[in-house]
């Protein structure tokens, strides 16, 4: 069929011209630098990790913040994750409580953006010629950001790959114009690509030599420790300390931060948001926070984040 | 006549929403059109992941032309009034309307009013764009600077009229005759003419248009596959309609699990295929047999759910791709996630083992059931005792029937059920089972959340399951008083805690299993038991009988009953037994089938419709015994003695439960309530007489009142 050659021969330059040093399916580091290559290509900032502890690359100013109001905003860059609760001592082959997320986010999303997502499947090895790529039905929401899109999950052989979301809202204003967001879970996708069962023995340099490096070698003592942490000693009373330490300086900057129609603190308070978020975490991972008192919590921190996004709009970044 | 096609290609429909979009699009559209006086003919729509489209045959050309007269005001009328009637007719200058001369009241002006037909392709070019921004999705977004909201980003408009394009706009899509085929397989643009062309096209471009087909394909295909390895399909429609929501090129495919996870119970690993993977679970017949003839303990064997094969160590999945390397990329990615999942239920499943099932039954103390009605501990604790208490009627034994309760919620609990909610009650059967516990109290587990639905089976005293039946009513009637306690009674726009569907469940496992069970008590026992404060207990116990009288109305009445019937038995007092409802409604209507009853109930309501009508006018009421001695006509003695004596036997059938025997006994009033009717009169001068002959009728309403309220009976 003539269609179906043009298809064919219309991808294939494109992925030859991608850079031939570049081993996605060999090592860690050169699957998240493809990633960042290609999105680079695409005009996204490429932008390093935020230096705080958050739960996912949502929580990233570039998304959460930069979602809201008329700029436009391209950036791509890789967020370490962290999620006490889902540690377990290093003792499983998927299960982590600190991992990397790769995050795109587009505003206003281009009407070519679930394309420009499957080439990057393309060039990470992943080729739609042999691979079944499906887009399933996933709709995304953060109650603690009072953010909601809709979207799918992005199946690669009946696998989890991606979360593919449009925001509609974030910090219960509206997006407009809407962003697309995709969010590739990292090491996941890794484990696909190199054909490993157990996260820890994922190559992480793509070396034979003495340099030879694994995922473990870089991770599986932080996360035994950090299950120890998370799950036994980190001390509740201080954490809830400074979850109301956190609360009570967002909110003190939010007011501070007003000058009338414009805000000048909305960055520094939405840190306070963040912290109180992953103290929430924390806490939840240690199994103080009953049931009935989650729902509050995560009400609290819904707060914060729609103040932080409130002043947001009411910065140059915002739009204002 | 012309062919409308409709095609609204966007990103990716979820599977669940696809097949009532289709339905929506062509009902809206072809009322649309005719509404703008299209009267179209047959329509068609279809969905893909990426598509919803519509073919419309028949079209007319235009839309009929129309004329009207609009009669205006009197020549010479205020200027006011000729400006209104000039707007009203659409007319530019009075000089447009005509002048009719009247003799009597004056000449006044007269529009004429002619619409004349439109042309299809205009009326299509409004309709269409308007459905589209009324197509109700369950969910809708934006995209972009888009403020037109669909269920995902859409991309292009196909609209064409007899082949030619009608030209329109929305979300800022010119319409046009351009389509794509398969993501992967035919993503270049093609253009498209007619349906017929449209469909072939697609078909080239790897896209089945109708999901029926590709059910068809799906199904056909997942059967040839397991019959060439011998082994039998588990067969899931649900699972089916999902694939070919997920595919435009269905292409069916075996993969392996290890063996070993075989050890995990069969309904587990069909569950875990089904809701994460989409994958379909396949049976070894051979194997089945095999163990069977060994005597052998099949896992699963004798469960309710109808799993009671064993399965094979390979699953069907269904891809959209037509791979170069024939799918070997694409099995091994699925196994190795399917490993994954399995390992993750292997898991679940001996962890779970590991801890008794008393031990799951305790941590039910965290659990919240709801806010204001406790724990689910707590709640396990009063269902406890009232299966204890209910044993007694349905033939269990009240010590297994508190045990099966206080384990019956216990897997709740369970790594398993946490993982897989719709496996509660099946997973502590196999807990309790696999800890020896007796066998009618582990199938009590499973069976104390039947029926499920309207179509679920009910558990069978025949089968061995009257603990099962214990436990389920207590859990039903718990569920329905806590919620009438607390003030939550179904709605008329909603029922969200299923009352509807407990109350059902509870007339369905009386009636199947033909149990005598005085409902009223075991709800007024149930009440006792709440630790909510109630305020009007009475009250409460009488509104929850009237909400069963209401839903086992609706359920006779779906099984064909007359609801008048119905009716006419739930008048009498105290009817609190289901069973015995039933059995009167059952016999009044064969009764009333037969001459005799027939002719009764018209004597028996003319009787009323006299007593009415006397009762009305003298401002008293004739119930109350009559005066023998008053009795003159031999008809009024023969009625006199017929109604002492059918009181009397059919008060003795009733007793005995005996309703035919009560309506053969009815049936001797008929012949001398037809006599009296006859030859006496009951109006006469002589008011003693007149009075006493009202209270002999009276008579016929108390004595037919043992079997029903005739009153209430159509007819």
Redesign the interface.
């Known amino acids: ?4 050659v ?2 064919r021969t219309a991808s294939k330059p494109r992925r030859e011209a991608s850079s031939p040093e570049l081993r996605p399916g060999r090592s860690f580091q050169d699957l998240i630098l493809t990633l960042q290559m290609y999105w680079g290509e695409q005009g996204c900032a490429i932008l390093q990790p935020y230096d705080m502890e958050v739960g996912a690359g949502t929580f990233h100013p570039a998304t959460t913040l930069r979602a809201l109001g008329p700029k436009p905003w391209n950036a791509a860059y890789v967020q370490p994750s962290r999620r006490p609760k889902d540690g377990r001592y290093g003792d499983n ?2 299960r982590l409580q600190h991992y990397y997320q790769f995050q795109v986010i587009m505003k ?4 070519d953006i ?1 394309d420009l997502y ?1 080439e990057s499947l393309t060039r990470i090895g992943l080729s ?10 996933d ?1 995304w929401e953060s109650p603690t950001l009072g953010a909601w ?2 979207g ?1 999950e992005v199946w ?4 989890e790959v991606t979360q593919f979301t ?1 925001f ?1 809202q974030v910090g219960g204003f509206d ?4 962003s ?1 967001e995709i969010t590739y879970g990292l090491e996941r996708l890794a484990m ?1 690509v190199q054909g490993v ?1 157990r996260v820890f023995d994922l190559d992480f340099t793509g070396r034979d030599d003495e340099r030879k490096l694994t995922y473990g070698d870089v991770f599986l003592q932080a996360e035994q420790e950090f299950s120890r942490y998370n799950f036994e000693h980190a001390s509740t009373d201080i954490l809830l300390q400074h979850f109301r330490d956190a609360e009570r300086e967002c909110g003190s900057l939010l007011e501070k931060g007003d000058a009338g129609g414009r805000h000048l603190m909305a960055l520094p308070a939405y840190d306070q948001c963040i912290k109180a978020s992953h103290i929430f975490n924390l806490l939840d991972a240690r199994g103080v926070i009953s ?1 009935t008192e989650r729902q509050s919590y995560i009400l609290r921190v819904r707060d914060l984040a729609r103040g932080c996004c409130a002043a947001w709009l009411k910065t140059e970044g915002g739009g204002a | 006549m012309p062919e409308l096609l409709l095609e609204l290609f966007s ?2 429909i ?3 929403m696809q097949r009532r979009a289709a339905e929506d699009l062509k009902r809206l559209v072809t009322g649309g059109l005719a509404a703008q006086g299209l009267a179209a003919g047959e329509a068609q729509a279809f969905a893909t ?1 990426r598509r919803l489209a519509l073919v419309v045959n028949d079209v007319p050309a235009r839309s009929p032309g129309s004329a009207e007269e609009r009669k205006g005001p009197r020549v010479g009328a205020p200027e006011a009034a000729i400006q209104g009637f000039l707007k009203a007719a659409g007319l530019g200058s009075i000089g447009d309307a005509s002048v009719v001369s009247d003799a009597k009241k004056g000449d006044y002006y007269l529009a004429r009013i002619e619409r004349p037909g439109r042309g299809a392709g205009e009326i299509v070019a409004e309709v269409v764009p308007d459905v589209m921004r009324r197509l109700p999705w369950p ?8 403020t037109f909201t669909w ?3 859409l ?1 292009g408009i196909v609209c064409l009229l007899d082949g030619e394009v009608v030209p329109f706009e929305v979300a800022g899509i010119e319409s046009g005759n351009i389509t794509r ?1 398969h ?6 643009p ?1 253009a498209v003419g007619g349906f017929a062309r449209y469909v072939k096209k697609l078909r ?3 896209v089945l248009l109708d999901p029926a087909e590709r059910i068809e394909i799906i199904e056909a295909r997942a059967r040839e596959l397991a019959g060439k390895h011998k082994l039998q399909l588990v067969e899931d429609a649900g699972l089916l309609a999902e694939n070919a929501g ?1 595919t435009e090129w269905p292409v069916v495919m075996m993969g392996h699990f290890d063996e070993a996870f075989l050890q995990v119970p069969p309904e587990v690993i069909i569950t875990s295929l089904r809701t994460h ?1 989409k ?1 379909f679970a396949l049976r070894d017949v051979r194997r089945t047999a095999s163990k069977a003839r060994a005597g052998e303990r099949v896992a699963g064997a004798g469960s309710t759910v109808g799993e009671q094969r064993q399965l094979a160590n390979r699953f069907l ?1 269904v ?3 037509e ?3 024939g799918g ?3 099995v ?3 196994e ?3 490993r ?1 999942r399995l390992s993750d239920a292997r898991f679940f499943w001996e962890q779970d083992l590991k801890k008794p099932l008393d031990e799951m039954a305790t941590a039910l103390r965290g659990v ?1 059931f709801h806010e204001k009605l406790g724990t689910q501990w707590e709640r396990v604790e009063r269902i406890a005792e009232l299966s204890h208490r209910i044993a007694g009627a349905v033939d269990a034994v009240p010590e297994d029937a508190r045990r099966a309760a206080q384990l019956a919620k216990a897997d709740l609990v369970s790594g398993m059920v946490g993982e897989f909610p719709e496996l509660q009650g099946l997973m502590g059967r196999y807990y309790a089972e696999s800890a020896g516990t007796k066998p009618e109290i582990a199938r009590a587990i499973e069976l104390h959340y039947k029926p499920k639905g309207p179509t679920d089976t009910v558990p069978k005293e025949e089968e061995g399951d009257s603990v099962a039946i214990a436990v389920a009513l207590a859990d039903k009637l718990d569920t329905l008083v806590g919620f009438w306690a607390i003030d939550e009674k179904p709605t008329g726009s909603g029922d969200p805690y299923q009352l509807r569907r407990a109350a059902l469940g509870v007339i369905r496992i009386v009636l199947e299993n033909d149990l005598r069970l005085p409902l009223g008590k075991f709800l007024r026992q149930c009440l006792a038991l709440q630790t909510t404060t109630v305020k009007s207990p009475l009250g409460l116990a009488d509104g929850l009988l009237d909400f069963f009288a209401d839903r086992l109305k609706v359920h006779l009445r779906e099984q064909g009953a007359r609801h008048d019937l119905i009716d006419a038995v739930f008048a009498l007092p105290g009817q609190d037994d289901l069973a015995l409802v039933v059995k009167r409604v059952e016999a009044l209507g064969a009764f009333l089938e037969t001459d005799d009853g027939a002719s009764l109930l018209i004597g028996v309501k003319r009787a009323a419709s006299i007593l009415a009508i006397e009762e009305k006018k003298d401002r008293t009421s004739y119930d109350g015994d009559y005066d023998l001695r008053l009795l003159e006509a031999p008809e009024e003695l023969a009625l006199a003695a017929a109604i002492e004596s059918v009181k009397q036997d059919t008060a003795a059938a009733i007793a005995v439960e005996n309703f035919k025997g009560a309506m053969r006994a009815l049936a001797e009033l008929r012949r001398p309530v037809d006599a009296f009717f006859d030859k006496v009169t009951v109006n006469v001068e002589d008011q003693r007489l007149r009075q006493n002959r009202l209270r002999l009728l009276s008579q016929i309403r108390t004595a037919t009142m043992t079997v029903a309220d005739f009153s209430r009976i159509a007819g």
């Open positions: 069929m003539p269609t179906r043009a298809a082959p998927n206003p999303s281009p009407p679930v499957l739609h010629e042999i691979h079944d790529i499906r887009l399933v039905e709709d899109g809709l799918w690669c052989d009946g696998m449009y509609q997006c407009n114009p809407a697309g696909y069962d049931v | 990103e990716e979820p599977a669940r992941p969910k809708s977004m934006r995209w972009g600077w888009q269920v995902r980003p991309h085929g993501r992967f397989h035919g993503n270049a093609f080239a471009s790897k997920l993977q994958c999945l891809a959209n791709l791979a170069e390397d070997a990329a694409i091994a990615g699925n190795k996630v399917i994954a919240t």
